[in-house]
């Protein structure tokens, strides 16, 4: 394969792994609309409530407030990811240097680390 058509693939991908975090942007951001709801404090008025209703309002809450938290993670991975492609660093081990599997970057493309770096890192 020459490195002409190496080049011309790499741009290809990196154009889909772009496509794909952008649309995975726009939905974390529909549904962070509708989260921020249900992450609002739990009233506490007892007349109105029982009091399992609102131990489940409040782990409800929380539940909420958690998944809130992971989604504003992703999108600062997402976002993180888009200024990697921008600036020409992107599917490329933050660790070690090397390019990160394209089927590794298929399944998350906001990931940093190739797999072995992943797996020395979990030891």
Do not use: W
């Not at 929380?62 to 991975?77: C, N, V």
């Not at 888009?82 to 600036?87: A, K, S």
């Not at 081990?93 to 298929?106: P, T």
Request: hydrophobic share 35%; with cysteine.
């Amino acid at each position: 394969m020459t490195a002409n058509r190496v080049t011309m693939e790499k741009d290809m991908s990196q154009k889909d792994h772009k496509k794909a975090l952008i649309e995975l942007r726009e939905s974390l951001l529909r549904a962070q609309e509708t989260g921020e709801q249900a992450e609002q404090t739990v009233e506490l008025d007892q007349t109105r409530v029982g009091r399992l209703s609102r131990m489940d309002a409040m782990q409800a809450q929380a539940m909420s407030k958690e998944t809130g938290r992971r989604r504003r993670q992703k999108l600062m991975q997402i976002e993180a990811a888009l200024r990697r492609i921008e600036h020409g660093e992107y599917g490329y081990c933050q660790e070690c240097g090397e390019e990160i599997a394209a089927a590794r970057l298929q399944i998350d493309p906001t990931v940093l680390l190739c797999f072995g770096c992943a797996q020395a890192n979990e030891a």
